[in-house]
């Protein structure tokens, strides 16, 4: 860890782990076309190498294939410097490819050293809990999680479940460690605690690939960068002196254009907010909302943010306090009423609470706003297809994707589904989104936030949550900083990302 | 390491322009494992039949549509109970008895509103469960099973002194055979296209699949789940109802001894038909096929002499297999 202490015998020690995981001009294609079609990239062992790229550039292909869930139609894999055949996740597994992502694979019942036990190649037929507990114990000394083994897992927090699974990675001998967007979920200081474990494990010889939309991170925690595009590599960069631009640059071959502000002038409130708490979440919040604007509300994980967007939503029966919209009351816990007066919400949770997976596009886009397309109940085909050609134009989605499942599409894409589902509809008044940008590239959080700023001109209250400092700023009219369950602050275009930064890490609240 | 299913780039797509105008078997043909079974049924009937004497008469024939409608109709029900995420109904067949009751008891009154009333009955006592699972994520197996007992002692109290007999002869209606078919075989296959524009074709069918495929993000998106769910049950409870007054005239009372094997009957044919048990997915054709399938196995069976153990057991197996065959089908179109 300490480059002083590197004496030759360690050295030599790294340099027969050095080899790490290497790609060579890997390929894929699925029918008639090429996701992938010349990716190579080397990740020496004890370093942490960073693959980036737009949606749809390749880069979930090239992480399913790492992780044996695909295989490669041409090139070569090697660890170690040996080719290897990733048939199967298993397979992966047993050569030493360890992956953590969002979607963790711990199970919150048990306890934390009983995690650490799960899958692993020793694991004994009768456990021996107290040699589990010191193996649990040096495994979270190793990473630097401060947590006793006894502990169960439900009871931590996601980043350190996220933790866990690293741990548990280790446990394994994984010689490779491949993170897929793991800070997509995290807040600030759950952040550095997985940076810190990632540095760690690298520091014990790992290869560690960190696949990333948060630029920031990869420059400050990566040691290189292999950036791909249209199924090809094109730079591999060291990220010394790196600049964020740089690696936006090459993704897009050009610099997104910022999405213009409204006016400051503003219409009457249309959405009144009174004393409103949901126990356990937020504590009386009282703002007022008008049309042709966008709110951005603040906060890390668990600051009551996204929840704001979720109880306006109808999702939280136990809330108190009024919500008035244009003069009518809202109901409280009852979503379906909730959008019927004609506000909507779009999940932060896309596969889990957001879209219908093995529909079509159009059916996404459609299926809350069937009332419209129907006479007496039925179903109008033409009005559909009308409709659905036209809400998709309004969602920048290619015609020709109208009747593909979702679940075939980039995440990118799915988002702007999820997004386009509640644009272009007369009945939306209000338009709530938790995270709407999350796991999207720079290329389509432009694009996204385009499509925001355009539905707000056209008269519709857009209100967000978002964890990403830089999409609060850019994006948002009125950002309200959130902290423990109150405002701390709320600022009219004057947000700035040290003040935003510092409100939500550390801000009081006022009552 | 387990990951959700691949996600394939955007540019990758293979554009699928699949009409969804022409449902069912007739569009994926071959290319859906899940039709192969279909197939080798088919394969397995004529070979077996053909060595099974009076398989091949027309008497034989008849007898086979006849169960093929009765099952049919009670699994076109439980058809929408699936697909709008309900899983299945566990008291089909109690349900039918019951109405069955209702129907021979009412037939006094002439054979349309014996019929009203059945369907009615039905479909209020199923509508409350589909409300019930819709609105607070009751357990639709608990609930299932607790109202088929319910229904049960309803049924018993109904026939305690003597089976239900009919109180006319209006009945006799529903055994006519038209055209040399039983009404029973036209009153499926006008069923099976009145649920499958039901299905495709309505506000509530498209709900329907979006309830059963993803709750949560049906909620979320502020569609009406209960309504939706309570919808999809009220329309089951109905055509169980028709499947009870059809076997009720065919054999002139109804008792509740069969119950259970139409239960098990009518999840099969949907089973067997490829409709997916987890919700979202299906249609009223393949469970008209479903039925065929397990119709044409239990005569087969029956007409070689099987015990019932044995007929359990090879419509189990091929339940086993459709529902293997279907998730290997859904694994494939995730990748």
């Not at chain 1, 499509?451 to 857009?462: D, F, H, P, Q, S």
């Not at chain 2, 959700?4 to 780039?9: F, L, N, T």
């Not at chain 2, 469960?129 to 049924?155: C, E, K, M, Y």
Request: aromatic residues 4%; charged residues 15%; contains cysteine.
């Amino acid at each position: 860890m300490n480059p002083e202490t590197s004496h030759p015998a360690t050295r030599a020690g790294r340099s027969e782990r050095s080899a790490g995981l290497e790609l060579r001009s890997v390929q894929r294609s699925f029918g008639p076309i090429r996701a992938v079609s010349d990716v190579s990239m080397a990740v020496a062992g004890g370093s942490i190498h960073a693959l980036c790229g737009h949606n749809g550039a390749g880069k979930s292909t090239v992480v399913n294939m790492i992780c044996g869930l695909l295989q490669p139609d041409g090139g070569e894999i090697l660890i170690d410097g040996e080719v290897v055949s990733l048939h199967s996740t298993y397979e992966a597994q047993r050569l030493g490819i360890a992956l953590v992502d969002q979607e963790l694979s711990v199970i919150p019942t048990l306890t934390v050293a009983e995690n650490l036990m799960l899958g692993s190649v020793d694991e004994p037929l009768l456990l021996h809990r107290r040699r589990l507990r010191a193996h649990a114990q040096d495994l979270l000394d190793r990473i630097g999680l401060r947590c006793s083994p006894d502990m169960l897992l439900g009871d931590l927090s996601i980043g350190e479940r996220q933790l866990v699974e690293i741990a548990r990675a280790l446990g394994r001998g994984a010689k490779v460690l491949l993170l897929d967007e793991p800070t997509a979920t995290l807040s600030a200081p759950e952040i550095e605690l997985v940076f810190s474990a990632v540095r760690a494990t690298a520091a014990q010889g790992c290869a560690v690939i960190f696949v990333s939309h948060r630029l920031g991170e990869v420059i400050e925690l990566c040691d290189r960068v292999t950036i791909v595009r249209d199924g090809l590599t094109v730079a591999t960069l060291s990220t010394d002196g790196l600049h964020a631009d740089e690696i936006v640059r090459h993704m897009l071959g050009e610099l997104p254009a910022p999405v213009a502000k409204a006016p400051s002038d503003r219409a009457e409130p249309s959405l009144v907010v009174d004393h409103l708490t949901t126990p356990g979440l937020f504590e009386d919040l009282s703002f007022e909302v008008s049309r042709g604007r966008i709110y951005a509300f603040a906060g890390q994980v668990g600051s009551g943010a996204s929840e704001v967007l979720r109880a306006l939503a109808g999702l939280y029966p136990a809330t108190s306090g009024s919500v008035v919209l244009d003069g009518t009351p809202l109901p409280v816990g009852r979503p379906g009423a909730t959008r019927r007066h004609g506000v909507a919400f779009a999940s932060s949770d896309r596969k889990g609470e957001g879209l219908f997976l093995t529909k079509d596009v159009r059916s996404n886009l459609l299926v809350s706003r069937l009332r419209a397309l129907s006479s007496l109940g039925v179903l109008r085909r033409r009005r559909m297809a009308t409709v659905g050609a036209e809400v998709a134009r309004s969602a920048g989605i290619a015609p020709g994707r109208l009747r593909t499942p979702v679940q075939q599409l980039s995440g990118g894409n799915q988002q702007k589904v999820l997004v386009g589902r509640n644009l272009a509809d007369p009945t939306v008044r209000v338009l709530l989104l938790d995270e709407p940008t999350r796991g999207v590239d720079v290329g389509g959080r432009g694009a996204i936030h385009q499509l925001l700023r355009e539905t707000a001109v056209t008269g519709v209250a857009v209100l967000f949550a978002s964890t990403e400092l830089d999409e609060l700023i850019e994006l948002a009219d009125t950002v309200v900083t959130m902290r423990e369950g109150r405002v701390v602050a709320v600022y009219d275009g004057d947000a700035t990302e040290a003040g935003v930064l510092s409100d939500i890490t550390h801000g009081e609240g006022v009552a | 390491m387990t990951r959700a299913a691949p996600e394939q780039s955007a540019s990758v797509t293979v554009e699928r322009n699949a009409d969804d105008r022409l449902p069912g078997l007739l569009r994926t043909g071959l290319r859906d494992p899940g039709n192969w079974v279909l197939f080798a049924v088919l394969v397995v009937a004529i070979i077996v039949g053909a060595s099974t004497p009076r398989f091949f008469t027309i008497e034989n024939a008849k007898a086979i549509c006849a169960s093929t409608g009765t099952i049919g109709i009670a699994a076109l029900g439980v058809t929408l109970i699936m697909v709008c995420g309900g899983l299945a109904s566990l008291a089909v067949g109690e349900t039918a008895a019951v109405s069955g009751m209702v129907f021979l008891t009412m037939l006094g009154h002439g054979l349309v509103p014996a019929l009203l009333a059945a369907t009615l009955a039905a479909a209020v006592v199923t509508g409350i469960q589909g409300w019930v699972i819709g609105a607070w994520r009751a357990n639709p197996i608990i609930l299932t099973i607790a109202v088929g007992s319910i229904l049960t002692a309803v049924g018993a109290r109904m026939s305690s002194t003597k089976a239900v007999a009919p109180a006319s002869e209006a009945f006799e209606h529903l055994n006519k055979t038209p055209l040399g078919v039983p009404v029973v075989v036209f009153a499926l296959l006008g069923l099976t296209v009145l649920v499958q524009l039901l299905m495709s074709g309505t506000r509530l069918g498209r709900l329907m699949y979006a309830v059963g495929e993803n709750r949560a993000a049906a909620v979320a998106a502020g569609l009406p789940v209960a309504w939706t769910v309570a919808c999809g049950f009220v329309v089951a409870g109905a055509l169980m109802a028709i499947s009870g007054a059809f076997s009720a005239a065919s054999s002139h009372t109804i008792t509740l001894e069969g119950a259970n094997q139409l239960t098990f009957n009518a999840i099969a044919a949907v089973l067997a038909g490829g409709t997916s048990i987890a919700g979202g997915f299906g249609s009223a054709t393949r469970t008209l096929f479903g039925a065929l399938m397990i119709a044409t196995i239990s005569d087969l069976l029956l007409l070689r002499g099987a015990e019932v153990g044995t007929q359990t057991l090879v419509k189990g197996l091929l339940v086993l297999v459709v529902v293997l065959l279907g998730h290997v089908r859904s694994r494939r179109s995730r990748t």
